[in-house]
């Protein structure tokens, strides 16, 4: 018997061999595969099926047949002095058959590692065996095959909002890709690659994050191939970019602000934009035409002149057809006082003090009207189409202290836009006597509807039109978090309000005390100025601009990592990462004896801010997670900047 030395051995015979065992084609007397190895550094060994040589690049190794007496004809492959690390084993099918192959490993000590591995082939098929293969005693060579496919899911980072069971996006949407191949008894082979494609383009191999400029309806198909030649099934997502989450205000035909607003975000407009009065604007400006006065201000840039935006580029058409059809109005519950809350005209109805709770779900409404320190509360995604006038009159609070991107509002004009008949709006108890002073008299709000405050308050409205797109009115003292998109309406706030979320309309009156804030502007939309404003930056068009004092530094370097509630007692602890902005922030959470049990990548622009720092927050969901110890690793990166790495523990007691 040869001395033992350290080897990778496919089937023993003697110490070094690699041997296939009682393998036949049916009803013959020959071998219906043949074998190659192909080591770390790209060596090959055995059969070269390009064009049938055998070849024995692999330092000292064989290939050949062995033909014993009174026993079937087997192969051999012998690797003598075996390197550390990854060896592919290709079995490759000359005819049908069925075949058993016997592996064995022997590390620096003489230990012997064995693994018997069967199969049936066809003519001109390839399977794959990998062998992780160690010389160290204790540790184990793992031997494998990987006949299932990688999986892939796609990352989609914000702004984003969900509508109509629509998933929307905006221009500077992160979007990217997170695979992983399923280990199978002791490895796996890993990701080759991942490729995708967009709209039935052409396949392109995904290198890293990237976003969709062009407005509208996307297909995006994906899939995976792992270094074993298993191909993932395609999957799909429909992502609809929308220049919605942008923005706090769009009026494509005219914006005009005047008296005290203070809005946090960018503006635009096709045609003209107002800022009269003590107005701020935290964000740029777009539009046409820009007439600012001289106690105004915008910390952004001005761009006049701007590329036109697309008023309708979401296709109402087919959402209404949908929804009037079906929706979820028959969930709808009674008001706090008992009342059903949807009038005999199809109109959301909630007045007197009253209070009415919407669960997720898609509602159509022909109308809403809140009055009357009324509320309306909500829990969940919820989408209203509403093809009627929006009346939020007086002390009112809608989706308070909710995220505005869980409640949306569509207003179609395909159904109603028709004759009505249109009493005045008044809403008392709003202005105080300095306001009175500052904001009284009347005014012509566009072509179709007169204002007036009168010497005691009260806000008046009159239409000038019956026949008129549906009209929103925001009025009096008001809370709003919701984003509304009504590409034909005229949105007219009037009063001390409080709006968070978006406002997409074709005209907008903004008029008193107000506070709009867009969620989403944590910075500028770099993507979308170098994108639309390349062909019109020159000095006539491109003001000077401010940078607003105390906003968020957004360079990429570590602040601050913890976890909160910690330890998390039957609730959802969150994990929050200060680091700036970052093109990517991976989280891996394992247990305590180092499983990893769950990994989330978080991409686009931070979540939060929190004490004047951009942060990124992800809530671990731990309904399934059992109590104890758990180790979370974060690993945040940025192109050109050193990556950042931080390891801490969280507690969960369920």
Known sequence: ????????????????????????????????????????????????????????????????????????????????????????????????????????????????????????????????????????????????????????????????????????????????????????????????????????????????????????????????????????????????????????????????????????????????????????????????????????????????????????????????????????????????????????????????????????????????????????????????LCTGDIKILGKIKVNQDKPSDKFVIFVSTYVSSTKRNFEDIVVEGVFGEEDIKEFEGHRDIGDDLELNIDNKGKIHFKPKKALRPPDIYICGKTEFNGMIYAPKSKLTMVGINNYVGNIFTDEIFVLGRVNIKNPNSIIVDSISLQNEVTETNNTNNMMSAKVLEGTPDPTFKLRDVYSYPNPAKQTNPKIHIECGIADKVEIKIYNIVGELIHTKVLVGLPNVVYNNKYAYEYEWDVKDVSSGVYIYYIYAEKSGEKPIKVVKKLAIIM
């Open 1 to 384: 018997m040869k001395m033992i030395e350290k080897n990778l051995i496919l089937l023993v015979v003697l110490f070094t061999s690699l041997v296939i065992k009682n393998i036949y084609c049916e009803d013959k007397e020959q071998l219906c595969f043949e074998l190659l190895v192909i080591d770390t550094q790209g060596k090959r060994t055995g059969y070269d099926p390009s064009n049938g040589d055998i070849i024995e690049e692999i330092f000292e190794s064989s290939y050949g047949d062995e033909i014993p007496i009174d026993e079937p004809i087997y192969k051999w492959l012998h690797i003598p002095r075996p390197f550390r690390g990854g060896y592919t084993l290709y079995v490759i099918g000359k005819d049908t058959g069925t075949y058993e192959i016997e592996i064995n490993a022997i590390n620096d000590t003489g230990d012997f590692y064995v693994k018997k591995i069967s199969g049936s082939i066809t003519q001109n098929e390839i399977k794959k065996i990998f062998i992780n293969y160690s010389p160290t005693p204790g540790e184990p060579t793992h031997i494998f095959e990987d006949n299932i496919p990688p999986i892939t899911e796609i990352e989609v980072g914000g702004p984003k909002f969900e509508a109509f069971g629509v998933n929307y996006i905006s221009k500077s949407t992160k979007i990217c890709f997170n695979s992983t191949d399923p280990i199978v008894v002791e490895g796996a082979s890993g990701v080759k690659y991942t490729e995708y494609r967009i709209d039935n383009s052409s396949w392109v191999v995904y290198t890293g994050t990237f976003t969709i400029f062009k407005e509208g309806q996307h297909i995006i198909e994906y899939r995976s191939i792992d270094n074993a030649s298993n191909v993932e099934e395609i999957r799909s997502s429909v992502l609809f970019v929308t220049e919605l989450p942008n923005y706090a205000l769009v009026g494509t035909e005219k914006i005009n602000l005047s008296g005290k607003i203070d809005v946090e975000g960018s503006i635009r407009s096709n045609d003209k934009v107002y800022l009269i009065g003590d107005v701020v604007v935290g964000g740029d400006v777009y539009s046409k035409d820009v007439y600012i006065t001289k106690n105004s201000t915008v910390t952004g840039n001005v761009i006049k002149d701007a590329p036109k935006i697309n008023p309708y580029s979401i296709d109402l058409t087919q959402i209404v057809g949908k929804v009037i059809k079906e929706n979820d109005n028959n969930k709808i519950p009674l008001t706090q006082k008992g009342r059903k809350p949807i009038d005999k005209k199809g109109r959301l109805v909630i007045k007197d003090r009253d209070t009415l709770t919407l669960s997720s779900g898609i509602y159509y409404f022909d109308g809403i009207e809140i009055t009357g320190k009324s509320e309306l509360k909500t829990y969940g995604c919820v989408s209203i």
